[in-house]
């Protein structure tokens, strides 16, 4: 693939860059300056996931000469129907033994290929301008490099006012799968236990003394997890390949490098019985939020030991000690969230299937390969219809 390709559209022009051309620009460090995962995270996954991905940054300049973003950009190949159940997905799988890529395509995605999508833009009043040249320049771009949809990644939603000027390029908003999001007014995790129905807070305080009773666990929370990479990674495996959607595969090397990358933000909770880590969990700390990140079991003992319980139990209740306000949790594992007082936090992806003829078919389509349809357990929660 050729670096340095430049794009022109109406107000400007993009350029196509490798990490290597970004990296020193003062307009690289500004683009998510106020963002959770900065410039510092972009950069990492780029140099630990390079496997599965092809990196690329948007360089948008106005008319001027002005740089007023950089956007990354990547390129994947893309199982459509990840997570899907159901007959449909029977259907495909049929297909699929004479036709192995079927519903399988290379795509141009727009965001972050370990989180949600966020606009890098170096001033806030930019992002409508960024959400226009986008639009205008990718359909171009990945048709070039033989990618048959662009997608728009994982992007909150609230950047759905943003983001509705793509339509008129012919992009579809459908929702992605959401995150959760936990507001934290308590003064201690008993008070947060009073706030959850009866029947969620008897179940939890069965499950902790179950767990208190079999073994004792001892936690600590620590900045640098490599002295203990080779026995946490394991774990995160194990919880990966039980995941029925997978997108990225985290390596040894991201975390080892994201607390030497982002130390003020990083944070790794290590759970041990007898002197043996059995789970653990990587958040990052902005502001007045922490994000559980991902989590890694031993399943040997997590099922008896309730440990996805425990964990999280011991995360709200570290966070409500020092005074933060929100949690968040990725997306899954819904049925637990749901009753645990957890409400949605949506995130939308802006599909466009880079053939103009085409492109209205598939408009269509995509509003049922969407993966929220499938998962019955979204529609109870008390927010569901802000999806």
Known sequence: MRDDVVVPFAQGTARILTLSGVRDLEAWKRAFQ??????????????????????HYALLEDDSGNVRAIQPVFFVRQNLVEGMRGAFRRIVVLVRRKFPRFLTMRVLMVGCAAGAGELGGCDAKDERWIAEALGATLRNYARENNASLVVLKDFPASYRSTLAALSKNGYAHVPSMPMTRLALPYQNFDEYLQALGYVSRKSLRRKFRKTERAVKIDMEVVNDISPHIDAIYPLYLQVHERSPMKFETLTKEFFC???????????????????????????????????????????????????????????????????????????????????????????????????????????????????????????????????
């Open 34 to 55: 106020d963002k959770c995962k900065d410039h510092r995270y972009y950069e990492l996954i780029d140099e630990t996931l390079a496997n599965e991905f092809e990196y």
């Open 257 to 387: 490098r994201i607390s030497q990358t982002m130390p003020e933000r990083a944070r790794f909770f290590i759970w041990s019985e007898s002197g043996k880590i059995i789970a653990f969990s990587l958040c990052l700390v902005c502001g007045d939020t922490i994000y559980d990140e991902c989590l890694g079991l031993d399943y040997d003992v997590a099922l008896d030991l309730h440990l996805y319980f425990y964990t999280m139990r011991d995360v709200i209740r570290w966070a409500i000690d020092q005074r933060l306000r929100f949690y968040y949790s990725g997306p899954l594992n819904y049925d637990p969230k749901l009753h645990l007082g957890h409400e949605l936090a949506p995130l939308d992806l802006y599909v466009l299937h880079t053939r103009a003829w085409l492109n209205p078919i598939f408009r269509l389509a995509v509003k049922y390969l969407e993966p929220t349809r499938h998962d019955p357990i979204l529609k109870k929660f008390s927010n569901a219809d802000q999806l």
